[in-house]
């Protein structure tokens, strides 16, 4: 498997063209689609579209997440909107495969991405768009460090009702003070032991 990014149990690759038909079938899962805000089907040239903006590094960068163990694609995680004179990107990362969630696939996605918006591309300001229906989501970015920033009232809908758009961003300097935070609560863990 040739993986650019590779953490303990996930590996971050660019898309391939034999890629496409397996994403279709995540793509075309209604519920996770419906929390990021993906209403509409995907269609041939939708998926055809979404590979080509995925082989222009202009201004997206975008990988799957595959399993080490199985090999097999559990979700998708970029950068877009990448804007490099003021060092700042839009983050995103998905689990499709509902038998990855819950299971820290995501945080461990989120560690190695982090690293490499902020250590490797030297980004400044990371940002993201959730859902405000998506308790999870939030809980999620939150929880690695994203704070909110604001809020886009009644910006989304679905099934009939209204929900915010909730925007949050990571600034490099935080993520340094959360990473240090982290290699000292380790390094103490581990000198205890």
């Given at each position: ?47 055809q ?84 229906i ?13 704070v ?46």
């Amino acid at each position: 498997m040739n993986l650019f990014l590779e953490g303990e149990r996930i590996g971050l690759r660019t898309i391939k063209k034999s890629d496409l038909e397996y994403l279709e079938v995540l793509f075309s899962d209604r519920e996770t689609a419906a929390l990021i805000g993906e209403i509409y089907p995907m269609t041939e040239k939708n998926l055809q579209d979404f590979y080509d903006k995925c082989q222009d590094e202009k201004d997206r960068i975008w990988f799957v997440i595959v399993d080490k163990k199985s090999g097999k694609i559990i979700g998708e995680t970029g950068f877009l909107r990448i804007f490099m004179p003021w060092r700042r990107a839009d983050f995103s990362l998905i689990i499709w495969d509902k038998d990855f969630h819950g299971e820290g696939y995501g945080e461990e996605t989120a560690r190695l991405m982090l690293d490499y918006g902020f250590n490797t591309l030297n980004l400044h300001r990371l940002a993201v768009g959730v859902v405000g229906i998506n308790r999870a989501a939030l809980k999620f970015w939150k929880k690695i460090g994203f704070v909110e920033e604001g809020r886009e009232i009644e910006g989304f809908f679905l099934e009939g009702a209204y929900s915010d758009f909730v925007m949050l961003s990571l600034l490099e300097s935080n993520y340094r003070e959360i990473k240090f935070k982290c290699n000292s609560r380790q390094f103490k863990k581990h000198r205890s032991s």
